[in-house]
């Protein structure tokens, strides 16, 4: 399978945890992004990486959550003391965008539920 | 913001019943591309369809069409004789040229019944 994978894909924890989620894009895609997804809502994005550089970071995104492309290939997303309203879904996608393709291709997401 | 916007938040039809999700957009940008995304309950997204602000023919695949019309600034989908299998939240999202972050709309769920 050649597609965005994502793991965990759910994930339970108690308020005040720290969790960290793995995306893995598809192989030669140099652009990654999370979104996060609420319940009845569609995806608002959060940040995106161009290779290993993070470019772009919503307000949404706040200072308990940082997010990695070490090497340019997998992406972490952590967040630190996590609340109830972190509770979602966190969507990673992928795109080629040096080949003019603007389609971005999703993973299958990480439930979390903060308790 | 410049909004997406997809007034029917939940439809149900019966399987063999062709169905049309709206989907409305903001934009004064020339250049852009709008999209289809599939959320079934496993949650992925699956990309459907991807058109440019430069091309207004319409689209059939298979049962699915899409009717784009910039002068009522609509990128609406259409799906014929639908299946259970079709059951799922549907997505229509704006991408400007340039940028790299789409605007999604709230979604339709589309309910299909045996």
């Known amino acids: 399978d050649t597609g965005v994978s994502q793991d965990p894909r759910h994930k339970i924890t108690k308020r005040g945890q720290n969790v960290t989620f793995r995306c893995d894009p598809i192989?030669?895609?140099?652009?990654l992004y999370w979104y996060r997804q609420t319940l009845g809502q569609g995806p608002e994005f959060l940040t995106y990486?161009?290779?290993?550089?993070?470019?772009?970071k919503s307000r949404l995104l706040s200072d308990r959550f940082s997010a990695e492309r070490p090497k340019g290939s997998f992406s972490t997303l952590e967040i630190q003391r996590t609340e109830q309203g972190d509770s979602a879904m966190y969507l990673c996608?992928?795109?080629?965008?040096?080949?003019?393709?603007?389609?971005?291709?999703f993973g299958p997401g990480t439930r979390l539920l903060v308790l | 913001a410049q909004k997406v916007t997809q007034a029917q938040t939940e439809i149900s039809v019966v399987e063999k019943e062709d169905v049309t999700l709206d989907c409305v957009y903001e934009?004064?940008?020339?250049?852009?591309?709008l999209f289809w995304y599939k959320q079934p309950p496993s949650g992925e997204l699956v990309f459907l369809i991807r058109?440019?602000?430069?091309?207004?023919q319409n689209e059939i695949s298979g049962r699915y069409s899409w009717n784009f019309q910039k002068s009522t600034s609509s990128f609406n989908f259409t799906i014929t004789a639908s299946q259970v299998v079709d059951s799922a939240v549907y997505f229509c999202?704006?991408?400007?040229?340039?940028?790299?972050?789409?605007?999604f709309g709230t979604g339709t769920r589309l309910k299909v019944l045996a």
């Open positions: 996608a992928s795109t080629a965008q040096d080949r003019g393709e603007e389609t971005q291709y």
């Open positions: 192989s030669e895609h140099n652009r």
């Open positions: 990486f161009q290779n290993e550089a993070q470019l772009e």
């Open positions: 934009t004064r940008d020339t250049t852009y591309y």
């Open positions: 058109r440019n602000s430069f091309d207004e």
């Open positions: 999202a704006r991408l400007t040229s340039g940028t790299y972050k789409y605007i």
